[in-house]
């Protein structure tokens, strides 16, 4: 059973930096795509970016330029690192992997409020 625990979110300031980590467990990671999506109050949940198991990497237009996304596949790692904060970033921010057998899974996410 993979589990996917994510952590660095908090309270930030307009402008501000975060980075989050989602660590797995398992010894599926490697060859795995990650995700990270988010999801605001009243909102749907929005992918955010992603990064294969080579290293390529997607973002949505929203983020693009502001944040980062990177995996340590030695530690089972993915980051979001959040630069430029704005309000409208605001949400519950989830990891997500999907493995090479197309299995996928979620954590359960962390929240991240930027004030204003």
């Known amino acids: 059973q993979v589990q996917l625990v994510e952590s660095g979110g908090g309270l930030v300031q307009a402008g501000g930096s975060l980075r989050l980590s989602c660590a797995a467990s398992?010894?599926?990671?490697?060859?795995?795509?990650m995700g990270w999506y988010r999801q605001a109050p009243g909102k749907q949940r929005e992918l955010v970016a992603t990064?294969?198991?080579?290293?390529?990497?997607t973002y949505t237009y929203s983020v693009k330029g502001r944040f980062t996304i990177s995996r340590d596949n030695a530690k089972n790692t993915v980051y979001l690192q959040m630069n430029s904060l704005k309000p409208e970033d605001t949400a519950d921010y989830y990891c997500?992997?999907?493995?090479?057998?197309?299995?996928?899974?979620w954590g359960k996410g962390t929240l991240v409020t930027v004030s204003s």
């Open positions: 997500r992997l999907i493995s090479r057998a197309g299995v996928v899974y």
């Open positions: 398992g010894s599926i990671f490697s060859g795995s795509v």
């Open positions: 990064i294969t198991s080579g290293g390529s990497t």
